[in-house]
């Protein structure tokens, strides 16, 4: 069995997609050493690798024209004798060229949208999204063989759209291999919340800042807030200058993006996870604080009412005042409670969201698709 995946961008910066899908091929390819993997992306200044240490995943960047379309995207594919294309993320037209490659050939294609189908998504840049799905978007996730969302959630606003395709619920996954839970024992010498992701508006830094200056002077004077990640550089000037504005310069620091190590010892440090966002259809960085044994505060933006039922951290509502709420009753907490959320947590990434467990779904998945075998429980047809 071939499967071909296309994805617009694996750089870096452009967030929870590029390291998603990645750690899903390389997975999968190293599961089911019989499958033949390949990979087509855009030539980028900081990929999240060059190649795949795996023989059977192949990996392909290309040059891209001024629209954004791959050059020389569409004879590849052709030429693939794939059983199967998969597209990942929408709006831009490498996604479209391979849809269109696929209705051409009569391969069967699957589109993830990542996100990009949630109602605070759609608004944003709206006019252009709804030129694009008027001349081809629509059209490409309608002929879809399957669509797959992360979560229920996704697949809600999936069908509010009128899309009406099977819907195959899969979560991202973690290799917890990589996320080693922290050493509780250790005793840390500063209380620390994290925010680790894209330093962008929809990611709602502004709340996390308004929140924090609102909370009693004996409330956080032991803490601080540490805000890791990339962006735009008017966009981190803006931020600094507003910390600036509330004296909270001692308390809030805004640092460079973190990898590997680094990126895992800031998890393992932090008492806190702070994720105050609009919209995400999966948000992987709070999959991987959990696996660390951080407990999580995030929105209900995102999909994470696991955090609640699995006492692992706090779902919310979007705004300054459920944030300074939960904050205040967070910050409060001894040791011992964030340690018992925390190992909540790992639990939880160990039993549901484990790359192994992830891969052995979008493999069946495929090979439902392809008829060889009875549809999966995780695929919805309502």
């Known amino acids: 069995m071939k499967i071909t995946h296309v994805i617009s961008s694996i750089d870096s910066s452009r967030g929870g ?3 998603s899908v990645t750690h899903l091929l390389s997975n999968i390819g190293e599961m089911y050493p019989s499958l ?22 192949h990996l392909s960047f290309y040059d891209n024209s001024y629209l954004g379309k791959l050059n020389g995207l569409e004879k590849q594919l052709a030429n693939s004798k794939s059983d199967l294309f998969h597209g990942q993320a929408i709006w831009d037209l490498p996604v ?30 709206r006019f252009k999204k709804q030129l694009a799905l008027k001349l081809y978007q629509y059209k490409d996730l309608r002929l879809a063989a399957c669509l797959h969302a992360t979560a ?15 819907i195959a619920v899969i979560p991202n996954g973690i290799p917890l291999e990589d996320f080693k839970i922290k050493d509780f024992s250790e005793i840390l010498t500063s209380k620390k919340i994290l925010f680790l992701s894209r330093i962008h508006p929809k990611k709602g830094i502004e709340i996390l800042v308004e929140a924090w200056s609102q909370l009693p002077n004996e409330v956080i004077k032991d803490w601080s807030i540490d805000i890791i990640g990339n962006g735009e550089a008017a966009y981190i000037e803006k931020l600094q200058n ?12 805004i640092k460079a993006p973190l990898d590997g190590e ?19 259809n999966f948000g992987i960085v709070v999959a991987e604080a959990l696996a660390c044994g951080t407990p999580v505060i995030t929105t209900k933006g995102t999909p994470w009412e696991d955090l609640e039922t699995h006492q692992c951290g706090w779902w919310i509502e979007i705004g300054v005042a459920p944030l300074k709420a939960v904050l205040e009753k967070a910050l409060s907490l001894s040791p011992k409670q964030l340690e018992l959320m925390g ?22 998945l495929y090979e439902w698709v392809l008829m060889k075998r009875e549809r999966p429980t995780f695929v919805r047809l309502d």
């Open 96 to 125: 479209h060229q391979m849809s269109k490659t696929a209705r051409k050939l009569n391969i069967p294609y699957i589109i993830t949208p990542r996100g990009m189908l949630e109602p605070w998504s759609l608004q944003q840049k």
């Open 343 to 364: 190992k909540n947590g790992r639990q939880l990434m160990e039993q549901k969201y484990s790359m192994t467990a992830v891969a052995k779904q979008m493999y069946e």
């Open 152 to 166: 229920p959630m996704e697949a809600e606003s999936i069908r509010g759209l009128g899309l009406k395709n099977p």
């Open 17 to 19: 997609p590029s390291r």
């Open 262 to 280: 680094a990126k895992i010892r800031a998890y393992q440090n932090a008492q806190l996870f702070v994720l105050p966002t609009y919209s995400e």
């Open 242 to 253: 507003s910390i600036a504005q509330k004296n909270l310069s001692n308390r809030i620091q």
């Open 36 to 57: 033949d993997i390949a990979l087509h992306t855009t030539k980028s200044q900081n990929p999240i690798l060059q190649n795949f240490k795996i023989p059977n995943i």
